[in-house]
């Protein structure tokens, strides 16, 4: 008791600079939340694109594909190797999932569509974004195919998307993280010079380096924490005003709101590094300042 004691003592005699300390952890953890979040986001994004039916042919309106054109296509496809799903959507399955999906949109035309009008598909997907062209030329030397949707680009631009905002995001929050330990170790390398004369006098009395060392060093692991609890609620709050016009933008391809669960793992993983991060900081600043 007599630790924490010293601790929030040396913290209420220098609050401005206990204050900085926070402040900048504050937004170190407020930008690595936000990252973490939206690299998860995008994350989900692909894995729905991934998933989902990458090229789809369409054939003639209101005619289905013999079954027996349809195993040799399969066939064909799955000779490659590469064929992770493949589905044959018929004029009255088609017929169901339109009427499915519009029912309260516009009733009157919904009565007026029929399977008569509607063309039967072959949807497809590939193990691997990679093997897409080889099941596009495939499907697109088959003669009775008049329409080919291919989401190839956008699969490929999403992976682009993730893997700059994995890195942009990294140089971020690495730089923010160092910038903080840095700081840490000025504002408490300051505090440790300050009580040199303090140090000396407790070390001839037979103190420990730990009873010397440990207040310093539960000073900068309650920066971290509190910084981590800080910036953990900005992102709550931003995630929190967000959600609606997220879920109205990405409805059926994420789960939203995101489960409190999830933001409180992510709270505590905080708070683990932020402590961490401060009890470096203190700890390179005690080495370096008071020579012990």
Same mark, same amino acid.
């Given at each position: 008791?007599?630790?924490?004691?010293?601790?929030?003592?040396?913290?209420?005699?220098?609050?401005?600079?206990?204050?900085?300390?926070?402040?900048?952890?504050?937004?170190? %953890?407020?930008?690595?939340? #936000? %990252?973490?979040?939206?690299?998860?986001?995008?994350?989900?994004?692909?894995?729905?694109?991934? /998933?989902? +039916?990458?090229?789809?042919?369409?054939?003639?309106?209101?005619? @289905?594909? +013999?079954?027996?054109?349809? @195993?040799?296509? /399969? =066939?064909?496809?799955?000779?490659?190797?590469?064929?992770?799903?493949?589905?044959?959507?018929?004029?009255?399955? $088609?017929?169901?999932?339109?009427?499915? /999906? &519009?029912? =309260?949109?516009? +009733?009157?035309?919904?009565?007026?569509? @029929?399977?008569?009008?509607? !063309? !039967?598909?072959?949807?497809?997907?590939?193990?691997?974004?990679?093997?897409?062209?080889?099941?596009?030329?495939?499907?697109?030397?088959?003669? $009775?195919?008049?329409?080919?949707?291919?989401?190839?680009?956008?699969?490929?631009?999403?992976?682009?998307?993730?893997?700059?905002?994995?890195?942009?995001?990294?140089?971020?929050?690495?730089?923010?993280?160092?910038?903080?330990?840095?700081?840490?170790?000025?504002?408490?390398?300051?505090?440790?010079?300050?009580?040199?004369?303090?140090?000396?006098?407790?070390?001839?009395?037979?103190?420990?380096?730990?009873?010397?060392?440990? !207040? %310093?060093?539960?000073?900068?692991?309650?920066?971290?924490?509190?910084?981590?609890?800080?910036?953990?609620?900005? #992102?709550?709050?931003?995630?929190?005003?967000? #959600?609606?016009?997220?879920?109205?933008?990405?409805?059926?391809?994420?789960?939203? !709101?995101? +489960?409190?669960?999830?933001?409180?793992?992510?709270?505590?993983?905080?708070?683990?590094?932020?402590?961490?991060?401060?009890?470096?900081? &203190?700890?390179?600043?005690?080495?370096? %300042?008071?020579?012990?």
């Amino acid at each position: 008791m007599s630790l924490l004691n010293t601790t929030f003592k040396q913290i209420r005699r220098t609050p401005y600079q206990a204050l900085i300390a926070v402040l900048i952890l504050s937004l170190t %953890f407020f930008a690595s939340a #936000t %990252f973490i979040i939206i690299l998860f986001g995008f994350s989900k994004t692909l894995q729905y694109f991934e /998933k989902a +039916p990458q090229i789809i042919a369409y054939y003639e309106k209101g005619k @289905d594909i +013999p079954q027996q054109d349809i @195993d040799r296509i /399969k =066939n064909r496809l799955e000779a490659t190797g590469k064929l992770a799903s493949f589905k044959y959507t018929s004029t009255k399955d $088609a017929e169901k999932y339109y009427k499915e /999906k &519009s029912a =309260n949109e516009d +009733p009157l035309l919904n009565e007026l569509v @029929d399977y008569k009008i509607l !063309p !039967p598909s072959i949807e497809v997907s590939a193990t691997e974004i990679s093997a897409l062209p080889q099941l596009k030329e495939i499907i697109d030397g088959e003669p $009775a195919v008049l329409d080919i949707d291919y989401y190839e680009d956008i699969v490929n631009q999403l992976m682009i998307w993730v893997r700059n905002i994995r890195y942009l995001g990294l140089g971020i929050v690495g730089f923010l993280a160092l910038l903080s330990v840095l700081i840490l170790m000025v504002i408490l390398g300051l505090k440790v010079k300050n009580k040199r004369p303090e140090i000396e006098i407790m070390r001839l009395l037979g103190a420990s380096a730990w009873q010397v060392h440990s !207040p %310093f060093l539960f000073e900068g692991m309650f920066y971290g924490a509190f910084g981590a609890i800080w910036g953990w609620l900005g #992102t709550f709050t931003l995630l929190q005003y967000m #959600t609606p016009a997220l879920i109205e933008w990405l409805d059926g391809i994420l789960s939203l !709101p995101v +489960p409190t669960q999830y933001l409180l793992m992510l709270l505590g993983v905080l708070m683990f590094t932020g402590t961490f991060l401060g009890m470096l900081g &203190s700890l390179l600043a005690v080495r370096r %300042f008071s020579r012990i």
